[in-house]
């Protein structure tokens, strides 16, 4: 059985600029049979992540607060209980429209690289 608590993920800025915590990624753990990694997501009030692009897909799942996500043309208002996908190539990122952070689940399949950035 493998469990990995948030409180144990270390803290870090993301590319994007976003506050990370990586909580899964077979790359750096050995012996997990994923094809995906799963990191959480915080942006403070009013703060962006950069726009970006990889070149894999990507999904988010919205866990607290409110945003707006900007995928290629398209912007849509974004809540707790909220899946978004993100296709490969897209350039895509999120606002924190609310009063609070907004907190969200990021998996990238397959599992996250740097080379995947764009």
Excluded at 58 to 67: A, C, N, R
């Amino acid at each position: 059985m493998f469990i990995k608590d948030l409180k144990d993920c270390p803290e870090f800025i993301a590319g994007d600029f976003t506050v990370l915590r990586e909580l899964l990624n077979p790359e750096k753990q050995k012996g997990l049979a994923l094809k995906y990694s799963l990191a959480h997501a915080t942006l403070k009030p009013g703060e962006s992540s950069t726009p970006h692009t990889l070149t894999v897909s990507e999904v988010y799942f919205i866990l607290e607060g409110t945003g707006a996500m900007h995928i290629d043309n398209e912007t849509s208002e974004v809540f707790p209980g909220q899946a978004i996908y993100i296709p490969p190539k897209a350039k895509q990122f999120i606002r924190n429209t609310g009063k609070k952070e907004l907190k969200f689940l990021c998996i990238v399949d397959p599992a996250w690289k740097p080379e995947y950035e764009v």
